[in-house]
């Protein structure tokens, strides 16, 4: 129930139902290591959602352990796979990538495909964030055929920005340009609006780094009507009108950018939070 709160955008409700848990947990001495694991892992979750990322590192770092314990390989790297993307959110992708390492070997593209491919995934993206785009171009042209699998916009659109995330590192910005608005228009059409707006960040921090002021300031102008039709909540508006006005003004910089695509992603998953920073001048 807690979990299920939690996926719905309840966190209220999903922090009631965790302290529950918990006070289940200690009332009745329950000690099966796969029920505390499973508690952990949930939880986990929630406080990654939350951002509140060191202490869902600690959880999911405690779910490892005991999934160990209870010897289950599957449920113990699908964890693995959560702490590398909680280390990537706090900039340790070197470790990110190390973790996601550690589940793959857990894994067959056979038995889970699924969970397998999302592991490779992961695995291409921590190593361009960490800096090694070479690598992750190697992973993701070794797995052509596992992608084929899955012909699903969702993935096929998130290939397409991860290709463009590796070439933007290598500053290869044309094709870069290529495959943001690839994806962008893809989420559109798929009525994912608050993604195309965080893929339109990336896209800003293409146009910014060649200099392309003119294309910059046309992408800030088009970005409000299309999100407001879309599904993206008021904060994230506000959020983008600050960009708007940033840009208009040319006092936009790449780390004011990259503020705002983090805030994008942490406020998915609570549209009460409020991007309150203004760009410095």
Same mark, same amino acid.
């Given at each position: 129930?807690?979990?299920?709160?939690?996926?719905?955008?309840?966190?209220?409700?999903?922090?009631?139902?965790?302290?529950?848990?918990?006070?289940?947990?200690?009332?009745?001495?329950?000690?099966?290591?796969?029920?505390?694991?499973?508690?952990?892992?949930? !939880? +986990?979750?929630?406080?990654?959602?939350?951002?509140?990322?060191?202490?869902?590192?600690?959880?999911?770092?405690?779910?490892?352990?005991?999934?160990?314990? =209870?010897?289950?390989?599957?449920?113990?790297?699908?964890?693995?796979?959560?702490? +590398?993307?909680?280390?990537?959110?706090?900039?340790?992708?070197? #470790?990110?990538? !190390?973790?996601?390492?550690?589940?793959?070997?857990?894994?067959?593209?056979?038995?889970?495909?699924?969970?397998?491919?999302?592991?490779?995934?992961?695995?291409?993206?921590?190593?361009?964030?960490?800096?090694?785009?070479?690598?992750?171009? !190697?992973?993701?042209?070794?797995?052509?055929?596992?992608?084929?699998?899955?012909?699903?916009?969702?993935?096929?659109?998130?290939?397409? +920005? $991860?290709?463009?995330?590796?070439?933007? =590192?290598?500053?290869?910005?044309?094709?870069?340009? =290529?495959?943001?608005?690839?994806?962008?228009?893809?989420?559109?059409?798929?009525?994912?609006?608050?993604?195309?707006?965080?893929?339109?960040?990336?896209?800003?921090?293409?146009?910014?780094? #060649? +200099?392309?002021?003119?294309?910059?300031?046309?992408?800030?102008?088009?970005?409000?009507?299309?999100?407001?039709? #879309?599904?993206?909540?008021?904060?994230?508006?506000?959020?983008?009108?600050?960009?708007?006005?940033?840009?208009?003004?040319?006092?936009?910089?790449?780390?004011?950018?990259?503020?705002?695509?983090?805030? $994008?992603?942490?406020?998915?998953?609570?549209?009460?939070?409020?991007?309150?920073?203004?760009?410095?001048?």
């Amino acid at each position: 129930m807690a979990n299920a709160s939690r996926a719905g955008g309840d966190r209220r409700r999903a922090e009631t139902h965790f302290r529950h848990v918990r006070y289940l947990v200690t009332e009745h001495s329950v000690t099966d290591t796969a029920v505390l694991a499973r508690i952990d892992d949930l !939880e +986990g979750s929630l406080r990654k959602d939350q951002r509140q990322l060191p202490h869902a590192e600690e959880l999911f770092t405690r779910a490892v352990m005991l999934y160990r314990l =209870a010897e289950s390989r599957v449920d113990m790297a699908r964890v693995l796979l959560k702490l +590398g993307a909680t280390y990537n959110l706090q900039g340790k992708s070197e #470790q990110a990538v !190390e973790v996601a390492r550690a589940a793959l070997t857990e894994l067959s593209p056979e038995r889970e495909p699924r969970l397998y491919m999302n592991g490779r995934y992961n695995l291409a993206l921590f190593l361009v964030e960490s800096g090694e785009p070479g690598q992750a171009a !190697e992973v993701l042209d070794a797995d052509a055929d596992l992608y084929k699998r899955y012909p699903e916009p969702w993935v096929q659109l998130r290939l397409i +920005g $991860l290709r463009g995330k590796i070439a933007a =590192a290598r500053r290869d910005f044309v094709a870069a340009e =290529a495959a943001f608005l690839q994806m962008r228009d893809g989420f559109l059409q798929e009525g994912l609006g608050y993604d195309a707006a965080i893929v339109s960040m990336d896209l800003a921090l293409v146009y910014l780094r #060649q +200099g392309r002021t003119a294309e910059l300031k046309a992408l800030a102008r088009e970005m409000l009507p299309i999100f407001r039709s #879309q599904d993206v909540h008021r904060e994230a508006v506000a959020a983008l009108v600050l960009f708007q006005e940033a840009v208009r003004e040319e006092q936009v910089t790449a780390a004011f950018v990259r503020e705002v695509a983090a805030y $994008l992603d942490a406020a998915r998953f609570d549209p009460s939070l409020r991007f309150r920073d203004r760009p410095k001048k």
